[in-house]
């Protein structure tokens, strides 16, 4: 149910604060319904087909079978999202704004997420509104481009530079922002994490 009620929602243009307020509940008890944490009581499962134009059989049939007609033959699905707040694992985020398909051999679709950009520190490669596909990964290379958590704040997108024993740098493709260097020691104080390596861009003009 949960990936209906995320796409319903989506497509109608709605957030889920005004679903929250048309069911008489609270936008948290309303995130629990698109996280899956939590099902709609027979009343507001009949509201929400109300809102949505749909039958209950559909809401309540399996999302898995749903999945397998609607990906194209040879592709799995991952969410696309809109950010990631600070102490929620990936799977946790409901933040769900498009989907993306890729090709079954790049693996499964728990792999991976997609993010799009905000800002302009990674300009010109990667500009706001674009989607990057990240597979999921708590270590990169040197030079790989990845999404971090840095200080508790929502992921940013950078490019990694490792100095050993020094540490590591952030760093953005965009010269008006300077490069943010972090010892080992402060990599542990500062809560700086690597939530995964950006392996394809999908530009949106």
Do not use: H
């Amino acid at each position: 149910m949960r990936e209906k009620l995320i796409r319903l929602r989506m497509e109608r243009g709605i957030t889920q604060e005004q679903v929250a307020e048309y069911l008489g509940i609270s936008r948290p008890t309303y995130t629990q319904y698109e996280s899956g944490r939590r099902q709609p009581g027979k009343k507001n499962l009949l509201k929400l087909c109300e809102l949505y134009q749909v039958s209950t059989d559909y809401l309540l049939s399996s999302d898995v079978a749903e999945k397998n007609t609607s990906v194209s033959k040879g592709y799995f699905r991952i969410p696309v999202l809109g950010n990631v707040p600070a102490g929620l694992p990936i799977e946790a985020v409901t933040d769900i704004i498009d989907w993306e398909e890729l090709p079954n051999e790049m693996g499964k679709p728990e792999d991976f997420f997609a993010l799009r950009i905000n800002g302009n520190s990674m300009e010109p490669k990667f500009s706001k509104g674009d989607v990057v596909i990240v597979r999921k990964q708590d270590d990169a290379d040197s030079g790989d481009i990845v999404i971090a958590m840095i200080n508790g704040c929502d992921a940013a997108c950078k490019k990694l530079k490792k100095y050993g024993k020094d540490g590591i740098a952030l760093v953005s493709s965009n010269t008006a922002y300077p490069p943010m260097f972090f010892s080992n020691e402060e990599i542990a104080s500062k809560s700086v994490r690597i939530l995964g390596k950006v392996v394809e861009l999908r530009a949106k003009f």
